[in-house]
């Protein structure tokens, strides 16, 4: 497949891979969707792009239910990456589950909580908005100072910012609830440091994007089933699972949404959740 970077000719680009929300047990569904299946279509997809991204970097929701075996199922499945690839958690992981058995994937993880990587002038930061027991973001103190001096860094380059939890109101109340708690602190940092050029989130299920303060904050669809936009309840939509590519250059970057095939089987069922609040 020729990538955005190509057409562009592009420096080099990244993967932003979201929610495949993987199942416990073989052939079990997720709101009706085999996201086992559609996970795989979509790391076959990654691997084809021409030329290889620098990274792929995913931003949780693994497992559907945090269990081990959909940890390890999940793990199984990304190793089929061959590119490098930089992870963080969402709602559904269980930090000490995936620590202990998601293997090369776990130790990736570590133990910092605000990751960093510098490549070709760039700063990218994955942070960990996985709160235990919260199903919202949260950074926390101890992290959102980590963010701000890995910002504040010289010499002080381009910064794209990644993380599971979705920081702009979506206009969808069920999802909107569950956006980063310590929104106001984040926006602080960001206009202090002024080097942010972007945010990538995930959860929400579906494309978006939104702007503060002339810094584009994009959602990535999930990498296993996608929600309709609609603000009364969260209804799966027959849409294929997706990823985000990035392109940059200089100190620039271009980003398109690349669903992985045709639009999917209508989904068998769309249970509630089993969550009291349901949604990404
Ligand atoms: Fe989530």
Same mark, same amino acid.
């Given at each position: @497949?020729?990538g955005?970077?190509?057409? &562009?000719?592009?420096?080099f680009?990244?993967?932003?891979?979201?929610?495949?929300?993987?199942?416990?047990?073989? +052939?079990?569904?997720?709101? =009706?969707?085999?996201?086992?299946?559609?996970?795989? =279509?979509?790391?076959?997809?990654?691997?084809?792009?021409?030329?290889?991204?620098a990274?792929?970097?995913?931003?949780?929701d693994?497992?559907?239910?945090?269990?081990?075996a959909?940890h390890?199922?999940?793990?199984a499945?990304?190793?089929?990456?061959?590119?490098p690839?930089?992870?963080t958690l969402?709602?559904?992981?269980?930090?000490?589950?995936?620590?202990?058995? @998601?293997?090369?994937?776990?130790?990736?993880?570590?133990?910092?909580?605000?990751?960093?990587i510098?490549? +070709?002038?760039?700063?990218?930061?994955?942070?960990?908005?996985?709160?235990?027991?919260?199903?919202?973001?949260f &950074?926390g103190?101890?992290?959102? +100072?980590? @963010?701000? #001096? !890995?910002?504040a860094?010289?010499?002080?380059?381009?910064?794209?910012?990644?993380?599971?939890?979705?920081?702009?109101?979506?206009?969808?109340?069920?999802?909107?609830?569950?956006?980063?708690?310590?929104?106001? #602190?984040?926006?602080?940092?960001?206009?202090?440091?002024?080097?942010?050029? =972007?945010?990538f989130?995930?959860?929400?299920?579906?494309?978006?994007?939104?702007?503060?303060? =002339?810094? /584009?904050f994009?959602?990535?669809?999930?990498?296993?089933?996608?929600?309709?936009?609609? /603000?009364t309840?969260?209804?799966?939509?027959?849409?294929?699972?997706?990823?985000?590519?990035?392109?940059?250059q200089?100190?620039?970057?271009?980003? !398109?949404?690349?669903?992985?095939?045709?639009?999917?089987?209508k989904?068998?069922?769309? /249970?509630?959740?089993?969550?009291?609040? /349901?949604?990404?």
């Amino acid at each position: @497949m020729v990538g955005l970077a190509q057409g &562009l000719r592009a420096r080099f680009s990244l993967v932003h891979l979201t929610d495949p929300h993987i199942a416990g047990e073989d +052939q079990a569904r997720v709101r =009706g969707v085999d996201t086992a299946a559609r996970l795989a =279509g979509v790391v076959e997809s990654i691997n084809r792009l021409s030329p290889a991204p620098a990274f792929v970097i995913i931003t949780g929701d693994f497992s559907a239910d945090g269990s081990p075996a959909a940890h390890r199922r999940a793990a199984a499945l990304l190793r089929a990456l061959q590119v490098p690839v930089r992870v963080t958690l969402g709602n559904h992981d269980d930090p000490e589950t995936f620590r202990q058995v @998601m293997g090369e994937l776990g130790d990736l993880l570590g133990t910092e909580t605000c990751q960093a990587i510098d490549i +070709q002038g760039w700063r990218i930061l994955l942070l960990n908005s996985k709160c235990p027991g919260l199903k919202e973001g949260f &950074l926390g103190p101890v992290q959102r +100072q980590q @963010m701000r #001096e !890995e910002l504040a860094k010289n010499p002080r380059p381009p910064a794209l910012l990644f993380m599971h939890h979705h920081v702009l109101p979506l206009g969808l109340p069920w999802v909107d609830r569950d956006n980063l708690r310590d929104w106001y #602190e984040f926006l602080e940092i960001l206009r202090d440091v002024g080097n942010v050029r =972007g945010l990538f989130s995930g959860h929400a299920h579906q494309a978006s994007r939104h702007e503060w303060s =002339g810094i /584009p904050f994009f959602v990535t669809p999930s990498a296993g089933y996608q929600f309709f936009k609609d /603000p009364t309840q969260p209804r799966v939509s027959p849409e294929p699972p997706a990823y985000r590519l990035i392109a940059i250059q200089g100190g620039m970057f271009v980003t !398109e949404v690349r669903p992985v095939g045709p639009p999917a089987e209508k989904p068998t069922t769309d /249970p509630p959740s089993p969550s009291p609040r /349901p949604g990404g």
